[in-house]
């Protein structure tokens, strides 16, 4: 087994006061609910009065009767806040690719007082809603990816590694597992390894607090085995909110067990350093073009 130190496993507990790291805001402009241009809305759950939706980008042309792969984004921001706004510009990029490329929005603590382990649950809703409508969408319900930055990163990668923590009313005979992940900059560390006591008696009541569970049952890190979705990481070498040791151990721990993870590293880049609009795009426009790769890949985008 592999064994972290206090600084590396503490590091994700700075997620609790991180905000989303989304698309710059234009002036006089709120960022909630989100201006979504050329988006096609769709509502893929209520809970009492809440709506949560989709936000749908088709490729030119695009028709029901086809059957293309699909991506759906989660935003970051600690479990706490943030927009589907943060990956529109991936979802036009991908669209216009040859994706149905999909923002999701999702309950976060400061708007509807949820925890941790609820957005889980619409995470995992949200791909249900999308393999259930795979007609209407015009999509491949075996080329499903899900992705996400930080806090939506860790959101991405329980639907592919963690069983268990669904909407009660959802359809469980609809799988909630996706058929890739592409994670950036994502919490995948949640607890301690090999019993090491990694966290202060008063962080780790922090920890289990915002979670609303263990935070080992939602560590993705620690519930990795064999035949899980291929997976892509982009994350900072500099990253401070989430240190890049945490990406090195989930990924060993899924090529141990025989599932194919690509990580690439960034060379002095902090935590978003991914995102529209930072340092001229150079970082934005890069991670593209290895998603891209990735994708091409899988069969899901044409080289």
């Known amino acids: 087994m592999i064994r972290l130190g206090r600084n590396v496993i503490c590091c994700v507990l700075i997620l609790f006061s991180a905000t989303a790291h989304a698309q710059p805001r234009r002036p006089g402009r709120p960022s909630y609910p989100p201006e979504m241009p050329g988006a096609i809305e769709k509502v893929y759950k209520r809970i009492d009065d809440v709506e949560l939706k989709l936000y749908v980008y088709q490729p030119p042309g695009h028709k029901q009767t086809d059957s293309r792969a699909v991506v759906v984004f989660f935003f970051g921001g600690g479990w706490k806040s943030g927009t589907p706004k943060q990956f529109e510009p991936h979802c036009r990029h991908l669209s216009q690719r040859g994706m149905v490329a999909i923002s999701a929005d999702y309950r976060v603590a ?4 949820v925890v941790a382990k609820d957005c889980v649950a619409d995470a995992k809703s949200a791909i249900r809603w999308i393999r259930a409508n795979c007609q209407s969408l015009g999509i491949d319900p075996q080329r499903i990816v899900a992705g996400g930055g930080s806090a939506g990163g860790h959101l991405a990668a329980c639907t592919g590694t963690i069983d268990g923590f669904d909407d009660p009313t ?9 058929n890739a992940m592409a994670l950036f ?8 390894v090999n019993d090491q006591q990694t966290f202060t008696s008063d962080k780790q009541d922090e920890l289990q607090q915002r979670m609303g569970v263990d935070p080992q049952k939602l560590s993705p890190a620690h519930h990795v085995r064999s035949g899980q979705p291929p997976t892509i990481i982009f994350h900072g070498k500099a990253d401070t909110t989430v240190r890049y040791r945490t990406a090195e151990l989930f990924t060993d721990r899924m090529k141990k067990a025989g599932n194919r993870c ?4 960034y060379e002095g880049k902090p935590h978003g350093f991914f995102n529209f609009g930072r340092d001229n795009n150079e970082a934005y426009q890069s991670t593209l073009a290895e998603l891209d790769r990735f994708l091409e890949s899988l069969g899901y985008l044409e080289r």
Do not use: K, Y
Request: proline share 12%; no cysteine.
């Open 110 to 113: 400061t708007r509807h007082g």
């Open 170 to 178: 959802d359809d469980t005979s609809v799988s909630a597992v996706p």
């Open 185 to 192: 900059n994502p919490a995948l560390v949640l607890a301690p």
């Open 262 to 265: 690509e990580l690439i590293g």
